[in-house]
């Protein structure tokens, strides 16, 4: 008898469900099934039961997995072992409510050769029939984005387009329904036949998210948006599929998990997918009421939705730091001490915080109608030159925040007025020049209220402003980054205020950038440096916009100061050493011969790169008297043709085992003092492998993390496998790690040199 529908049925703890379940099968009017039980590792008493019915009905297979492997894989694997025309799947804990329910789906699919034929779904809770996702299939058949189990499926649909459940949880459903209905010749509608879906408190559907199915969620979505981009179908099937499921998911979140921390991943990922639709979808006002509501301190910078705003005011007013204006320090007070290291200033920075808090009490004590200091008032009893360095030193720090630049030129082209309001004490004069060398020019005003004596903080500058401009407040709209002085002041002044949530805070959330601030917080020499770094990446991070990439920004957040750090050791070590050249040693010197040469001074030593692996090593040393001395003398050929002039040279490794360049160095040109710089090595390694001849320069580590170096650093070139023998040419053994490591290096190097 031939297998007219093959019944795929997932089973994880459903005792109380799955006898129903497999009756309502097993009685079912059509009786050429195959009916596939796979067992997901249950700890209940699913298991027995499923034997019991196999037992008396021999169509039942019952397949057991020792380990939860997820619906999804259950699922796949039924339609791997599947032999029926059709396949259908059902949900343990739901049952088919109509006895007929197989047999008038096949017929319908014979009669009308349809690769889909679909009946209806019933909630078990309040009977509720879903009949509107029926409509909009007859509408279009591409519109099958759910309800699935409702449906039977030709075998030969899936085989021949390789169509499968995708492993992320809560979205494997859509995703396969919306491929097999883009692949399906036609898909059919049987009114009269209904599943009926049990709703569980303990249920996937009803649980509350944890972050992982917040991310697969987010997966389907862009699995959804890629297969609609791939394929012709109509602005309304898009809308419709994936501007359902687009809000569906907010609305998953809202209901079952309305963490801020929740909320800001899932906007910030969900507004990289809007921006990715190939039509217009009129989910704006959900999306945006999302924002609105669930975000008021905006974690992801929608500047479309600024844009709507600029669009309804005539007077655009912007802060000046940390909004138009970056710094590359974490807080303002770093830059106090880095002057006090730049220029050699014991306790300059605790001297000029100082400063400014007992002129700014003092001041408002004498008259509290003042409200704000200036920079001459806070020098006024330290050094004047050192006033002038400090601003020195701000005009050439300072950075344009590309991603408000853009808004701010937009405000310009529609014709807006555009203000600057910001607490500071820096002169107007002053912060004007660096304002219009930074890119933001033909501004009207500026608001500083140093010089005014009134604060936003106090909301007493925006009634200035106001009054200033003889304007409404209702026509200006405030951007900024403090939460008080730059949004709850200007509300209270009825000025509409946009939060602009400050960059390194927006920066922490992906999981190499946050990796960035603990590795840099944790390990650097000094805060100084931990706040520039970090400060930097963020910067570096906001400023490419849509551009960022995992491996550049990796580069650029970890391996960019790891190699600065190495780089300034070396040129340190060569100055006390009097060393004449550099000899960078494969692979690992590569990248930091490049920053070597990128940033050397005028006289530092000459650099070289020479290729001296493992394998290279081993060859040489090899006891095969044969074999080792084509390969030594190749290689010293090769070695020979850079030219060691100099007497004193430094060799740049990492922390190799048994330190492969030493080796082979010492081997062709034991004549020359080499001094060993070598790079995340351990007081071990030294002992161990370290020989005489070339003098470690320190008994300490200049590194860590071997493994992460050697990676960052690493040449984009294969290992060498041998030496060819009639030309001093080394052959490359390329593996499948080096063939992976190959295609990222040029993002990391990018990141690294920038």
Not at 138 to 156: D, G, H, L, Q, V
Not at 228 to 252: C, H, K, M, R
Not at 607 to 632: G, Q
């Amino acid at each position: 008898m031939e297998t007219k529908i093959s019944v795929i049925i997932p089973v994880y703890n459903t005792e109380e469900y799955l006898g129903n379940c497999l009756t309502s099968i097993c009685t079912q009017t059509l009786k050429d099934l195959e009916i596939i039980c796979i067992n997901n590792a249950s700890g209940d008493n699913s298991l027995n039961i499923l034997n019991d019915f196999a037992n008396k009905d021999k169509r039942i297979k019952v397949i057991n997995f020792r380990l939860n492997k997820g619906a999804a894989q259950a699922r796949n694997y039924g339609i791997k072992i599947a032999k029926g025309e059709f396949i259908s799947f059902i949900d343990s804990d739901d049952y088919l409510e109509t006895a007929d329910f197989y047999e008038k789906l096949y017929n319908k699919a014979i009669q009308r050769n349809a690769d889909i034929t679909k009946g209806l779904y019933k909630n078990s809770s309040d009977n509720t029939v879903f009949k509107e996702i029926n409509n909009k299939i007859k509408e279009n058949k591409n519109n099958f984005c759910s309800t699935y189990c409702s449906a039977i499926f030709r075998r030969s649909l899936l085989i021949n387009n390789n169509i499968t459940f995708p492993e992320i949880i809560d979205m494997e459903d859509p995703v396969f329904a919306f491929e097999a209905a883009l692949h399906a010749n036609k898909i059919e509608i049987v009114e009269d036949l209904y599943i009926v879906i049990t709703q569980r408190d303990n249920s996937l559907t009803r649980r509350q998210l944890c972050f992982q199915q917040l991310k697969d969620k987010i997966k389907g979505m862009e699995i959804l948006l890629h297969l609609a981009n791939s394929n012709s179908i109509t602005p309304e099937v898009y809308s419709y599929v994936l501007g359902y499921w687009f809000v569906t998911i907010i609305q998953d979140v809202l209901n079952k998990n309305n963490s801020r921390i929740f909320s800001e991943y899932l906007f910030c990922r969900m507004a990289g997918i809007f921006r990715n639709f190939k039509f217009n979808i009129d989910i704006n006002a959900t999306f945006y009421d999302f924002f609105n509501k669930n975000l008021s301190e905006f974690y992801y910078f929608n500047k479309e939705v600024l844009k709507k705003i600029i669009d309804t005011k005539d007077i655009i007013s912007f802060d000046i730091f940390d909004t138009l204006l970056l710094r590359p320090f974490l807080a303002p007070s770093d830059v106090f001490k880095y002057m006090e290291q730049q220029y050699n200033i014991p306790n300059f920075a605790l001297t000029r915080l100082v400063s400014e808090k007992k002129v700014r009490m003092v001041k408002t004590i004498r008259d509290r109608r003042i409200e704000d200091i200036t920079i001459d008032e806070i020098y006024s009893k330290l050094d004047k030159n050192l006033r002038d360095k400090e601003m020195e030193i701000e005009a050439q720090i300072l950075q344009c925040n590309e991603e408000i630049l853009e808004i701010y030129n937009y405000a310009l082209e529609q014709g807006k007025q555009i203000i600057i309001t910001s607490d500071m004490y820096l002169p107007t004069n002053f912060l004007a020049q660096v304002l219009n060398d930074k890119g933001f020019k033909n501004f009207s005003k500026l608001y500083v209220s140093g010089e005014i004596g009134k604060c936003k903080a106090t909301g007493n500058l925006y009634k200035f402003i106001i009054q200033d401009l003889n304007i409404s407040p209702d026509k200006i709209l405030h951007i900024g980054d403090n939460k008080i002085s730059d949004i709850e002041k200007a509300k209270a002044n009825s000025i509409e205020a946009f939060y602009y949530k400050n960059i390194f805070e927006r920066f922490k959330i992906s999981k190499i950038n946050n990796y960035a601030f603990e590795y840099f917080d944790n390990y650097a020499i000094d805060k100084i440096s931990s706040s520039s770094i970090i400060a930097l990446s963020a910067i570096n991070w906001i400023n490419q916009n849509d551009k960022s990439n995992y491996w550049k920004d990796l580069g650029y957040n970890i391996g960019g100061p790891l190699a600065l750090s190495v780089v300034t050791s070396i040129f340190t070590i060569a100055k006390q050493r009097n060393l004449s050249d550099i000899f960078f040693v494969a692979r690992d010197g590569y990248m930091l011969k490049l920053a070597y040469d990128l940033i050397k001074p005028e006289n530092a030593p000459k650099s070289h790169y020479i290729y001296a692996s493992r394998r290279m090593k081993n060859l040489c040393i090899n006891d095969n008297p044969i074999f080792s001395e084509i390969t030594k003398n190749n290689y010293q050929k090769c070695a020979a043709s850079i030219k060691l002039s100099g007497e004193n040279i430094g060799i740049v490794d990492t922390c190799a085992g048994n330190f492969s360049a030493q080796t082979l160095i010492e081997k062709f040109f034991s004549a020359k003092s080499f001094l060993g710089i070598y790079i995340a090595s351990t007081l071990n390694y030294k002992y161990n492998y370290i020989n005489l001849s070339i003098k470690p320069h320190s008994n300490k580590a200049i590194g860590f993390s071997w493994d992460l170096i050697e990676f960052l650093f690493t040449s984009n070139e294969a290992p060498v496998e041998d030496m060819k023998n009639e030309k001093p040419e080394y052959r490359k053994l390329l593996n499948d790690n080096d063939f992976s490591r190959l295609s990222l290096f040029p993002f990391i190097s990018e990141g690294i040199l920038n």
